[in-house]
T-cell receptor, first 109, second 117 residues
């Protein structure tokens, strides 16, 4: 079957680094996505990984290991505006996104 | 990135009435659009997949006669909530799929907050 899991909530300090992990199980895989969602708003695209390795985009990086069914989103130099939910999703063999429940990230000054 | 618009952003309607929500891809053509529903502090729940020129594919448990989806063109999909009831109050989000260099990316509309009184 299909399964995707990420922590419910994380807390970090402004200026620090935080890593949000995501594990998944699926027979068909067409890439892994990370989205950011602020309360009351729609998700916005952050990153996409289809091959193993690290993709860096400014303060945000995303890593994928397909053999381990594992991804993480790394946020550096945290800012208060990074307080949001971070959604992990993989695209299955039907090109449909299967969503994690989201990780609520709380940034403290 | 590509832009998806959604209209209206907020709507309040009376129980028993119908509400139509529009989703448009502004700078790309989307063969496939998706409709999601999100309850407070919950993840996105896929309601249906909308394909241009054909019938929508509904997820299990979603009433197709209640949530009418029409994908009339490559840039427009509509969701009509018929005979709305208070339990239909929710945040409805559409997304459109774009193919970029051999892979698919999904862009989300800003969402529509529906309140049924």
């Amino acid at each position: 079957g299909q399964n995707i899991d990420q922590p419910t909530e994380m807390t970090a300090t402004e200026g620090a680094i935080v890593q949000i992990n995501c594990t998944y199980q699926t027979s068909g895989f067409n890439g892994l996505f990370w989205y950011q969602q602020h309360a009351g708003e729609a998700p916005t695209f952050l990153s996409y990984n289809v091959l193993d390795g690290l993709e860096e985009k400014g303060r945000f990086s995303s890593f994928l290991s397909r053999s381990k069914g594992y991804s993480y989103l790394l946020l550096k130099e945290l800012q208060m505006k990074d307080s949001a939910s971070y959604l992990c999703a993989f695209m299955d063999s039907n090109y449909q996104l299967i969503w994690g429940a989201g990780t609520k990230l709380i940034i403290k000054p | 990135g590509a832009v998806v618009s959604q209209h209206p952003s907020r709507v309040i309607c009376k129980s028993g009435t119908s509400v139509k929500i529009e989703c448009r891809s502004l700078d790309f053509q989307a063969t496939t659009m998706f409709w999601y529903r999100q309850f407070p502090k919950k993840s996105l729940m896929l309601m249906a997949t909308s394909n241009e020129g054909s019938k929508a594919t509904y997820e299990q448990g979603v009433e197709k006669d209640k949530f009418l989806i029409n994908h009339a063109s490559l840039t427009l999909s509509t969701l009509t909530v018929t005979s709305a009831h208070p339990e239909d109050s929710s945040f409805y989000i559409c997304s459109a799929r774009d193919e970029i260099e051999g892979y698919y990316e999904q862009y989300f509309g800003p969402g529509t907050r529906l309140t049924v009184t």
